[in-house]
C-alpha cells in the first residue's frame, strides 16, 4: 500500500482507506483469506434478511401487531432443550462494563474490577477506518499485555495482574453496517464479519490457551433467522480454524421489538453456542418507535426521560425476559447503569448512585444474573447489590420465574406508560442528539453528556422521538401542538447555545440530525448516512461508491 490514493487487493479483498500504523498485523493474508470465506458464505443470507427487516416494518406500519409466532410454537413448547452450560470466565457475571476498544477504555475497564468486559466496537465505537483497526490491534495487546498508555497529563494507565482481570466480550457491528472500505467484487463486506472474523482468527486459540475463550455480544437482531446466520457464521469458523464446536458463545442483546416475540427462538437457533440475553433498554424504545412511528397515538411515548423500566410494557419485556432464559438455562444480563460520577459534586453523585443502586436492586431482585455499568466507579455499586442477591452463588439461574405468563400484548402495551411530553423534553432532544453526532464525526462513539453516558442509541432515540411527535401532532403538558416549524425554531435557539471550539464537527452534525428528524422519510439508522457522508474514504471514483453505496440499510 504505497500511496493514499492506490487500492491495494489480497487474497480477493480490496482495501480502499488510507492504511494506518501496524494495519498489516491486522489485515494478514490469512486472515482477510478467512475473512473472505465467512463473507462468501453468508451474503446473500444477509441480504434476504435485511430485506425481510424493511417487509416486516411495512407489515407493522400498516397495522399488523407482531405476536408469538405460531410457526415456532413447538420449540416454545419443548420443555427438554437447554443451552450450552456457561463457559469458562462467563459462570459469573454480576457486574458487566462496557465501553469502546480504545486503549484509555480498555485499561481502565480490564482494571475496573468487572467480571465481564463488553468490548464494544458497535454503538459506543465510531466505525471509522482508524476506530476499526486500532480496536483489533489494542484487544490483542490487552491479551499479550503490551498495552499501556499515558494521558497528555502525564498519567500511566497499565494492566492489573491477570487474575484480576474481567472475561472480554467483543460486541461486533449490527447486520446492517457495511464496511466499505474493504470489498469483494466491489461488495463491502458485512462490518459484523468484519469485527467478528478478524479477533477470531486472531485470538481465538490465544484465548483458549488463556482458559476462556471467544465470546460475543450480538447486536440490533430482530429474529431467530438472525440469530440463526450468527450460528451458521460461528460453526463456519470454528471449523477454519479447527476449533471444537461450541467454543463461541455469545450473548444476544434483545434490544428490538420484533426479537422481544422470539427470545426463546434465538436462544434455540444458538443454543450450542448460546451464553444468555441481554435487556438493551435503549435500542429497545427506539425500536419500538421506529417500527410504530405512524400508528397514532397508542404508541407515542413521553420524554425519554420518563421511560423508566417501571413502565408496564418495559417490565413485561424484562421479566419475559428472565423467564425465558432461566427456563432455558441461559443468563439474564440487565440493562445499562448510564450514570458518569462527578467526583466534584459529592451531591449531585449521591442521587446517581443511588438512582443506579435502585435499578439494579430491582434488577437482581427480578432474577437476572448481572448487569451493566459504563463508568468503572459504578462496578462497587453493582457489584453490592448483586453481592447482596447471589452471594456466593455465581448465578441465580435456578430462579425460573414461572409466576411470569408469556404474554405477547404487554409487550405493546405502550398506551399504560405514564407521562407527559414536554418543551424541555423536546429541546433535551435536540442537544443531546447534536451533541452525540458531533463527538461520533470525531471519532468518539461514547460521549458524556449531563453525567450520563451516551451512545448512538441515545440519538437514535432522541430524533425517532421527534419524527414521531411532529407526525403525530403530539399534544405537550401545556397544550402545545409538536409542528417541524415549532421543532426547527427550537433546534436553531438550542444550536445557538452549543459551546463551539476549533475543529469541530457541530454544523455536520445539525445536518446529519436534521436529516434523520425533520424528513419526510425515516432513515432506519441515523449511523448510515452519517458514514455515508463522513466516515467512508471513497478511494476511486464514481463506479466505486456507487458499488459501495448498493447496501440496504
Known amino acids: 500500500m504505497n500511496s493514499f490514493t492506490d487500492n491495494f487487493t489480497i487474497n480477493g479483498i480490496t482495501l480502499t482507506a488510507q492504511p494506518i500504523c501496524r494495519q498489516s498485523e491486522v489485515l494478514t493474508p490469512d486472515a482477510l483469506a478467512f475473512v473472505a470465506k465467512l463473507h462468501k458464505a453468508t451474503a446473500g443470507r444477509r441480504q434476504e434478511l435485511l430485506e425481510a427487516r424493511r417487509e416486516r416494518r411495512q407489515q407493522i406500519s400498516k397495522g399488523q401487531d407482531p405476536r408469538f409466532l405460531r410457526e415456532t410454537e413447538s420449540v416454545r413448547n419443548d420443555p427438554n432443550w437447554r443451552v450450552a452450560p456457561p463457559a469458562p470466565g462467563l459462570e459469573d457475571r454480576r457486574v458487566e462494563i462496557t465501553g469502546p476498544v480504545d486503549k484509555k477504555m480498555t485499561i481502565n475497564a480490564l482494571n475496573s474490577g468487572a467480571k465481564v468486559w463488553l468490548a464494544d466496537m458497535e454503538d459506543s465505537s465510531t466505525p471509522s477506518w482508524r476506530n476499526v483497526i486500532q480496536g483489533q490491534l489494542n484487544l490483542t495487546d490487552a491479551l499479550e499485555r503490551r498495552i499501556d498508555f499515558t494521558s497528555p497529563e502525564g498519567k500511566e494507565y497499565k494492566l492489573r495482574p491477570a487474575g484480576e482481570l474481567p472475561t472480554i466480550v ?85 434490544e428490538t421489538i420484533t426479537a422481544a416475540f422470539e427470545m426463546e427462538e434465538i436462544l434455540y437457533e444458538l443454543r450450542d453456542h448460546a451464553a444468555g440475553l441481554n435487556a438493551g433498554r435503549w435500542d429497545y424504545i ?126 405493546l402495551d405502550m398506551s399504560s406508560t405514564t407521562g407527559t411530553i414536554t418543551e424541555q423534553g423536546i429541546r433535551n432532544n435536540i442537544e443531546v442528539g447534536i451533541r452525540y453526532i458531533e463527538s461520533w464525526l470525531r471519532g468518539n462513539g461514547a460521549v458524556a453528556i449531563h453525567n450520563l453516558m451516551e451512545d448512538a442509541a441515545t440519538a437514535e432515540i432522541s430524533r425517532s422521538q421527534l419524527w414521531q411527535w411532529i407526525f403525530s401532532r403530539a399534544i405537550t403538558d401545556h397544550g402545545d401542538v409538536v409542528t417541524r416549524e415549532w421543532v426547527e425554531d427550537m433546534l436553531d435557539e438550542e444550536f445557538a447555545k452549543l459551546e463551539r471550539f476549533e475543529g469541530d464537527r457541530f454544523a455536520d452534525a445539525r445536518d446529519i440530525f436534521e436529516e434523520v428528524t425533520l424528513s419526510n422519510e425515516f432513515p432506519a439508522f441515523l449511523t448510515l448516512p452519517a458514514y455515508d457522508r463522513f466516515l467512508y474514504e471513497a478511494r476511486d471514483g464514481a463506479e466505486l461508491s456507487e458499488k459501495a453505496a448498493l447496501i440496504p440499510a
Open 286 to 411: 427506539f425500536s419500538l418507535i421506529k417500527n410504530f412511528r405512524t400508528r397514532g397515538p397508542r404508541f407515542v411515548l413521553p420524554d425519554r426521560g420518563q421511560v423508566t423500566m417501571t413502565q408496564p410494557f418495559m417490565r413485561a419485556y424484562t421479566e419475559q425476559l428472565v423467564r425465558a432464559c432461566h427456563k432455558r438455562g441461559a443468563m439474564a444480563i440487565g440493562g445499562m447503569a448510564a450514570a458518569v460520577p462527578n467526583r466534584k459534586d459529592a451531591a449531585a453523585n449521591a442521587i446517581a448512585f443511588e438512582k443506579v443502586r435502585a435499578d439494579k436492586t430491582r434488577e437482581a431482585g427480578d432474577g437476572f444474573d448481572g448487569s451493566w455499568v459504563a463508568h468503572p466507579d459504578l462496578v462497587p455499586v453493582c457489584r453490592e447489590v448483586f453481592d447482596g442477591v447471589l452471594g456466593d452463588r455465581p448465578n441465580q439461574l435456578e430462579r425460573l420465574r414461572e409466576d411470569v405468563t408469556p404474554d405477547d400484548r404487554a409487550l
Open 170 to 254: 467483543v460486541r461486533p457491528r449490527g447486520w446492517h453496517l457495511p464496511e466499505k472500505h474493504m470489498l469483494i467484487d466491489g461488495t463491502p463486506i458485512a462490518g459484523g464479519i468484519v469485527d467478528f472474523g478478524l479477533y477470531f482468527f486472531h485470538n481465538a486459540r490465544r484465548l483458549i490457551a488463556q482458559g476462556k475463550g471467544p465470546y460475543f455480544y450480538l447486536p440490533k437482531i430482530e429474529n431467530h433467522l438472525e440469530a440463526r446466520l450468527w450460528n451458521d457464521i460461528f460453526i463456519l469458523a470454528q471449523d477454519l480454524l479447527g476449533i471444537p464446536q461450541g467454543t463461541i458463545r455469545a450473548t444476544v442483546l434483545i
